[in-house]
């Protein structure tokens, strides 16, 4: 199948009131076990690259991921698609959008609303006009280990803001704050489903959920009712990863890849449980 744009993996979500799984991928390694888990199982993708993985770690390019991607695609027969993720550097934004990628993150959400508003609707216009969708965030997702972001309700999404910024941003999906953090949590989140209701019936744009690594999954599939199209995962998924290179010592290391795979495919097949 070709390349899947991830606004319609969204769509297709949001039209079965559930969220498609996006993970972000470094390498052949990951972007692969995507492939082959989301075709055993059948169900649709997107593979995200952060920019600290090229810019920062040096795993990969935006070039050679889009291209990595778009091959993995063409052999699997569910939706797949790739997106940039949290990234808020415009001329690497253009960057992702030459070589190919159909959606990217512009993370503005550091910035006071006016600012993020401004930012966010100037790259929108770039991509819709290079046939791309944008990704925002209205409030902050912050990291999990400060354990104070995820529960600093100053950092949460205002529902009476929500509507004014996807309007003024013609962003195609945003982002929320509702109680998530990146990274592993030191205590159990909870997200504000209230919150998250109010959120959604205040908007029509499909909400994006970030910081999926160790939320519950009741509390997932409930987040998902109430307008959750796409989860983000991704410090599991590097975590499994390490572990199992980390733990191979069979003395041929040639069989490294094959390994790396195995665990990570069947650690993805279990996640698409949560999944449509
Ligand atoms: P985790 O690394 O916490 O799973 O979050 C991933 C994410 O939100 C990427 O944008």
Known sequence: MALYKAI??????????TAALAFNCADYNMVHSVAVAAETVQKPVICMLHPDHHRIENWITPELFAKLVADEAAAVSVPMAMHLDHCSDFDYLVRALKAGFTSVMYDGSMLPFEENIKNTREITKVAHAMGATV????????????????????????????????????????AVAIGSAHGFYKQTPHLDLERLAAIDAATRTPLVLHGGTGIPDEQL???????????NVGTEFFWLYYQTIKSYDAPDITQLPRTVQAALTEYLKKKFQLSF
């Open 8 to 17: 319609d993996i969204l769509k297709l979500a949001d039209s079965k009131h």
């Open 135 to 174: 990704e925002a965030e209205l409030g902050h997702v912050g990291i999990a280990a400060t354990v104070t972001d995820q529960s600093n309700l100053d950092l949460y999404t205002q529902p009476e803001f929500a509507a004014e910024f996807c309007e003024r941003t013609s962003c195609d999906s945003v």
């Open 221 to 231: 599939l409930l987040a998902f009712q109430r307008g959750i199209n796409k989860l």
